[in-house]
């Protein structure tokens, strides 16, 4: 099967079973990058409020969630580096 072909297998559908149904490149990954982007927009945000509850639950010490918060913001300074350092790399005025 293609990438841009999405096998129909509802007995419920109009197409018959086994059918395809073609979608073009552009639909597939626009909708990759929206449930990627919901994904990681739940993941980012959630994470901070989550904490206090993980620490009152007894799930995690005091130390496990300074251990994940310091992760966390490791991750945003990490990215924030290759960031700039991949626009320094692709500046045109250079």
């Not at 597939?28 to 739940?42: C, D, E, H, P, Q």
């Not at 639950?57 to 918060?69: C, D, F, N, Q, R």
């Not at 966390?72 to 990490?78: D, I, K, Q, V």
């Not at 960031?83 to 005025?93: H, M, S, T, V």
Request: charged share 10%; proline share 4%.
């Amino acid at each position: 099967m293609s990438i841009e072909t999405l096998a129909m297998r509802r007995s419920s559908d109009r197409l018959s079973p086994g059918a395809t149904l073609s979608l073009s490149t552009t639909s597939l990954v626009s909708a990759g990058f929206v449930a990627l982007a919901v994904a990681m927009g739940i993941g980012r945000f959630a994470f901070t409020p989550v904490l206090p509850m993980m620490r009152h639950e007894g799930a995690l010490s005091i130390t496990g969630v300074g251990w994940l918060a310091s992760a966390n913001y490791t991750g945003y300074l990490a990215g924030a580096l290759l960031y700039f350092g991949a626009a320094l790399c692709l500046d045109p005025n250079d």
